[in-house]
């Protein structure tokens, strides 16, 4: 029988459209010396409160859950680990944004400029004059450029493989244009890459490449592009993706097309923007996001025990 804590105290906030839950309160007691170890603890003990604090019907499937930790590095205020409908994400660039908007809003934190450990790798974040947040991500890089998969339905397509703090495969794909009325052809496609990428193991033990990006003109003449972003829980990201993002300009300077320090603008499907740009450290490239998150509740969930739904459920077909 899942064990429930009576309740759990949570944040909610938005980034540039796409939604975090910041668990502050509530959840049992975590072990694990490393970000990696207290993943893991969680998923084995937890994963029934994951489910329950992000699905239906206390959420829906496009929120991402972060589950507040003690820090493991000494510089660090805290520690998160990200999860979605299905399971655990790397890093979470939108969801670190609004994990910082979260901890100022609660008077956690001391300044404005803050590091906070994630199970790959310790970011750090600074809240700017006009409330935005750039988060300093972990290191990217592009693992492969033009690989060719066979795709169900659509045919051979080619596409970059990066990491951002999850692993992206970033279609060349033109159509069909990245808007709102053709989100149900956009899931089709996107989930059939990835179906696809499944299928050929492209990286193997490095892990599973869960994130697809489809890339067009912007709409915005304040964005270099727009962006599609099937999250691994079959939903897409509202916002351009942190994670997405640093791969997209990982891709870009491997080609040559993006120097450290040039800002690249990335729009996303519902409109909203970030802005990144790439330094180095040690021979590898550490992407800078910027963006915006507002705080949208704050909130006690409760489970009760006679409550059928009390588990939560995902309506995801992936
Ligand atoms: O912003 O990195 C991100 C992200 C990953 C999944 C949803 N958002």
Known sequence: MPNFPDSIEVVDSHTEGEPTRVIVDGWPELIGATMQESRVAIETDFDHLRQAIVCEPR???AIVGALLTPPVEADSVAGVVFFNNVGYLGMCGHGLIG???TLEYLGRLDSRLVRIDTPVGT???QIEEDGSVTV???VSFCRSL???IEVDGV??????IAWGGNWFFLAHLTGPALVLENLAELLQTTGNIRRALDRSQLIGEEGVIDHIELFGPPERADADSRNFVLCPGGEYDRSPCGTGTSAKM????????LELGQQ?????ITGGRFVGWLTESDHELVPHIRGRAWITGHNKLFFAHDDLFRNGFSGSST
């Not at 690249?264 to 996303?268: A, G, I």
């Open 99 to 101: 994990v910082v908007r």
């Open 155 to 160: 045919g051979a397509v080619t596409g970059d």
């Open 146 to 148: 033009d690989v060719e």
């Open 264 to 268: 690249w603008r990335q729009e996303s």
């Open 59 to 61: 959420g829906h499937d």
């Open 136 to 138: 300093q991500n972990v």
């Open 250 to 257: 990982a891709v870009l300077h491997a080609r040559g097309e």
């Open 123 to 125: 970011v750090s974040a």
